[in-house]
């Protein structure tokens, strides 16, 4: 398994993110912006829920690994 990318790689391919967002939405606005695989990878292991802002977004991806 892949290691988490770091909380700052994360958030800069979720820039634009309007919170609340589901896990959906953050796998496209990832893909949209560019994300490598290790970002996707994360995100698609994270839980599918509404997420609050980019802290919980880092949480559930460090949680999830």
Do not use: C, F
């Not at 949209?32 to 997420?51: F, K, T």
């Not at 802002?53 to 690994?65: I, L, Q, Y």
Request: no cysteine; hydrophobic share 35%; glycine share 6%.
């Amino acid at each position: 398994m892949a290691d988490a990318p770091n909380p700052i790689q994360m958030q800069k391919h979720l820039k634009g993110v309007d919170y609340p967002a589901g896990k959906s939405d953050l796998i496209r606005t990832a893909r949209d912006q560019g994300a490598d695989d290790n970002v996707i990878d994360a995100l698609e292991r994270i839980p599918d829920r509404q997420y609050d802002g980019p802290n919980a977004v880092s949480k559930a991806v460090t949680e999830a690994r």
